[in-house]
């Protein structure tokens, strides 16, 4: 340090100097002292310890670092006397506020309900004069007290209420006590004096009455005395030597004791870096541990957990999307705005997705509620079910057949839905057997006139046959139709005797097995040959049809086009026997078929090689029948 008179040193004497301050620092040597006898501090800089030039100062001192300006500041405790009245006029004065009469201010700074009439006109209810004080501050400190005013009164009151409510406590644990020692003493029998019991207890109540400090073992003030303890048990007491004398303070330790300190947690001098002066590890000590596992990650894990940083991150990002879309939002310009349309955007984002949610636990469920009657009725079960080759139930649960129309509804006063009869191919009412939906019910006599009906229809097919054979007869002598025209058509004599026979021998019974919607307990036998030859017929007809279909043309045919067909017919008086309808189900081209495109391929190629060598007979027609 240079001399106070600030004269030149040498080399020597300013290092002797600078060793002289380090010593004093370190508190191996005495520190300076003033003109009056008071240390000067050794860590106050250099340039706030010396006096300026001007001043002459030959010796150490602080004194040009206070202030010696004179005269009052003004900045007394003195302070507003809220609320103090200084004279009561019984009129109306000139220059008083014409609404309340008082001369402290003026009328537009009236704090009185404004009246319909004011004091002036009406010289009546003379407000009383404040007490207008001035208190003068004057200091920077004194405008800025917040305490400036403050009256200990207050707290004096305060305390007052605090110590009522803990007498109130008080007596509320002495009841309690009492209420539980009579209750005990009850409970031990007829012998136990009643008497005895609760003078005993107003004893102890009266004892406990007379020591509130120390009420009881497990009452208020107990629990408050633990916790005192308890949190005595984090302060550390510490001495540190100055050197105007020794000083004692408190030092606030929030590490329990138990638990491993941070700068043990990992030993290695590379890993995080701990701050003894702060207590701080911002660094997980051990990265490569479990989170699980660990009981300090760091005291940056707190802050990247609080969330404030994520937010103000999303916020941000949602105001640049937003404003990149179209929307007139901007996180500095306009914050509360963009908050605003942010928490829009999370609530409408919340209800699509609880509308996405319910949406599809209607239409799929949830695994995590019971079972419902249509995911049980699908469960395993052990009952026997045995099948033919086409699917049908031979024995065990039959299965019904589901209606194609609406279930439980009955029309035009029937008793039963539509559907629930058939017969040869026909829907009808099981009530009355009534072939036409719209047709009302007409009860058992309605079935025998069903009944009579179809009998009838059944004479006239037959008759219709006999008719045809006989016409087939007369013209058995014509030679010139060939016998691939008479099998194909039908037309011969032998044709019409086996469709007469065919007829004859078919029984309403067994039509269902033709159809498929029954099955008999035995399998239908089928004829090789027919089936062969009903396949042969169903092959010819596709190709008809499909060069028709080419050619644009239609009829009123097998092939041609259905509008021209006659109302309800079925291909004139042609009977579907069970090999015309084996074959239909052999050359049925089914749309999930994995191999109807293989299939397909095959007959392409095969009218195609049919085609060039003119070959293409019936014994190439490639189905093995066993």
């Not at 307990?521 to 030859?533: A, G, V, Y």
Request: charged fraction near 35%; hydrophobic fraction near 30%.
């Amino acid at each position: 340090m240079a001399s106070a008179g600030g004269k030149m040193l040498s080399a020597e004497e300013r290092r002797r100097q600078k060793e002289l301050e380090e010593a004093r620092k370190a508190g191996l040597a005495a520190p300076e002292v003033d003109e009056e006898g008071n240390a000067i501090n050794p860590h106050i800089p250099q340039f706030m310890a010396s006096a300026p030039w001007y001043l002459n100062n030959d010796h150490p001192s602080l004194k040009h670092q206070r202030n010696w300006k004179g005269g009052p500041q003004g900045d007394d405790k003195g302070w507003y006397d809220r609320g103090a009245k200084v004279f009561q006029a019984t009129k109306y004065r000139k220059g008083a506020c014409e609404n309340c009469g008082s001369m402290s201010h003026k009328t537009k700074d009236c704090m009185e309900r404004p009246r319909s009439k004011g004091a002036k006109y009406t010289n009546k209810n003379i407000a009383a004069d404040e007490k207008v004080q001035d208190v003068n501050m004057v200091s920077f400190d004194a405008k800025r007290d917040r305490w400036n005013g403050y009256s200990a009164d207050e707290w004096t009151k305060q305390a007052e209420n605090f110590d009522k409510m803990a007498e109130m406590r008080a007596e509320v644990r002495r009841k309690e006590l009492l209420e539980q020692k009579f209750k005990n003493g009850s409970d031990g029998g007829d012998d136990v004096d009643n008497a005895a019991v609760a003078a005993e207890a107003a004893a102890e109540a009266a004892a406990a009455a007379g020591n509130e400090d120390k009420i009881l073992e497990d009452g208020v003030e107990e629990e408050d005395k633990v916790v005192e303890e308890e949190e005595s048990g984090f302060a550390k007491i510490e001495k540190r030597v100055r050197a105007s004398g020794a000083a004692t303070g408190t030092v606030r330790n929030l590490r329990i004791r138990e638990d491993t300190a941070k700068y043990l947690l990992n030993l290695d001098v590379e890993s995080a870096h701990y701050d003894p002066k702060s207590r701080s590890m911002r660094e997980d000590p051990n990265p490569e541990k479990d989170p699980s596992e660990k009981t300090f990650a760091g005291d940056n894990f707190i802050r990247q957990t609080g969330g404030h940083s994520d937010s103000f991150k999303t916020l941000n990002l949602f105001s640049i999307t937003a404003y990149e879309k179209g929307q007139d939002t901007h996180l500095q310009a306009t914050p509360s705005q963009a908050e605003a349309a942010y928490k829009a955007f999370q609530m409408k984002k919340a209800s699509l997705q609880g509308q996405s949610k319910s949406t599809l636990l209607d239409k799929y469920g949830s695994a995590a509620s019971a079972p419902t009657e249509d995911i049980l009725a699908l469960r395993g079960t052990e009952a026997y079910v045995e099948y033919d080759a086409a699917g049908r139930v031979i024995r065990g649960q039959e299965v019904k057949a589901c209606s194609r129309y609406e279930e439980d509804v009955h029309p035009g006063n029937h008793t039963s839905v539509w559907g629930s009869w058939w017969k040869e191919g026909t829907w009808g009412y099981a009530c009355c057997h009534q072939t036409v939906k719209n047709a009302y019910c007409t009860g058992v006599a309605g079935q025998g006139a069903a009944e009579d009906t179809a009998a009838a229809l059944q004479k006239n097919m037959i008759a219709y046959a006999e008719k045809k054979a006989k016409q087939a007869a007369a013209d058995e002598g014509d030679e010139e139709e060939s016998e691939d025209d008479q099998e194909d058509n039908g037309r011969g004599m032998d044709g019409k005797k086996k469709s007469k026979k065919r007829l004859e021998g078919v029984k309403p019974g067994n039509a269902a097995g033709v159809w498929g919607s029954e099955a008999d307990k035995e399998d239908i036998q089928l004829d090789q040959n027919k089936l062969r030859e009903a396949i042969k017929r169903a092959e010819k007809a596709a190709r008809a049809e499909e060069e028709e279909g080419l050619e644009g043309g239609g009829g009123g045919g097998a092939g041609g086009d259905d509008r021209k067909r006659g109302y309800n017919s079925l291909n004139e008086d042609y009977n579907v026997s069970a090999e015309d309808m084996e074959a239909y189900r052999m050359k049925k081209s089914r749309g999930d078929d994995p191999l109807a495109a293989i299939e397909a391929a095959k007959a392409a190629q095969k009218e195609k090689s049919a085609g060039k060598y003119g070959g293409g007979g019936g014994s190439g027609d490639n189905y093995d029948f066993v």
